[in-house]
């Protein structure tokens, strides 16, 4: 068996960046699915010399809840690389910076119906260099975790977001903590 | 300093499943986003007793590949629990069953704009007990791979999608090979 892609027999966009498919499936019938364009996406798991990571606490309106994040987003910048793209985030939302970032995995957040990719970074020796930069739709509260309570953290699902939960599975894997 | 949750002024609907929100920030600031609300969804690795696991392969519209996955999908029966929604997809996906399915995590596929959660579980001693019962939009292929080398697909990026990385990350950890 050979598995045969979709054919799309017209788009049209609900907004900017939610495209509305119709689709000729190889046996034949038609469907219609969105599909999300967003633009690559970066998340960086950063180590202090004390092997502590640097977590952020932020409120997330897709659950309604403020939680314990990774530091990380869009490459909103023109021809920005996703390396490029993890050091500016990592500084603008904590004031963290490091020459030692290492890209450690690059995942889809959701083949089915999602078009960008998001890479997973690992940043060693970080310090504190500066203050937050936030924009004006952001507020951020910095903290940092030694690497073992964060991993605790994760199995217990306090890292809540998935994309964040394979980072650190790429970072453990990179650590060859993983057997 | 404390995170304050953002202020619904408006809701709309896109489509049934896509809600077009405009808030009002902690700082005054009013900005319109989107937040798709799906159903509860389940994901499972699949181990059979010589230590293989239950994969699938399909083509997945958003990236427009046919790509590697583990069984998994929505809750989409009235009431179902996500491990009766695991149990079903496996055996619909696959035509394999078992009688050991543990949950091990439970995260966010995007707590920034979705609504809903993942469950992943891990079955062990699967076999193979009927065919597959795919819908009339579902074409999937199955095979089966050494838990060992699944883990090198998902290190090197073959297990695409990062929900099912993360789910790789909770049974590790469940099965005690994270240190």
Redesign the interface.
Known sequence: ?T????KILSSTH??EN?R??R?E???G?I?E????EFGTWATVLALTKEQEVVLI???????????VELPGGAMDVEDESPLAAARRELQEETGYTSDRIIQV???????????NL?YSFLALDVEKNGSQQLD??E???VFLKPLDEV?AM??N?E?????Q??T???V??YLE???
């Open positions: 068996m598995i045969q892609p979709w609900l907004r939610i509305l498919d689709c499936l190889p046996n019938k469907i699915g969105t599909v999300l606490r932020q409120y997330r309106h897709g659950v309604q809840k403020v939680i995995g690059c995942v889809s957040p959701n083949p089915a119906n999602q078009t998001i004006e739709t507020e951020i509260e991993i994760a199995k699902g890292l809540l977001q998935s994309m939960v394979s650190l599975f790429f453990l894997a903590r993983i057997s």
